[in-house]
């Protein structure tokens, strides 16, 4: 069974950076497109970037120009840059392939923006 870990999150201060890393235990990448999901508190679990197998990418108004997804298949690992971040980017951030596969939601990785 694939299993996707994410990690990189933390605790940052308004404008500044993080990124995060998604890793497979399987090479699924190569066969899909992977999404970077994150749910805030109180709120569901929403879409925010997607990367297709041939590296095209999409993202949510919200993030458009601050967020860069990558991918490097031979790593098994997706990425999300996260440049100026804001307080409402606050939220537990998840990868999975695109659509989602909800058996392969892992534990996610929690970013606090906060001054």
């Known amino acids: 069974q694939v299993q996707l870990v994410e990690s990189g999150g933390g605790l940052v201060q308004p404008g500044e950076s993080l990124r995060l890393s998604c890793a497979a235990s399987g090479s699924i990448f190569t066969f899909y497109p992977m999404g970077w999901y994150r749910q805030a508190p109180g709120k569901q679990r929403e879409l925010i970037a997607s990367?297709?197998?041939?590296?095209?990418?999409n993202y949510d108004t919200s993030v458009k120009g601050r967020f860069t997804i990558s991918r490097d298949n031979a790593k098994n690992t997706v990425y999300l840059q996260m440049n100026s971040l804001k307080p409402e980017d606050t939220a537990v951030y998840y990868c999975?392939?695109?659509?989602?596969?909800?058996?392969?939601w892992g534990q996610g990785t929690e970013i606090t923006v906060s001054s």
């Open positions: 999975n392939i695109y659509p989602p596969s909800e058996i392969m």
């Open positions: 990367i297709a197998t041939g590296g095209s990418t």
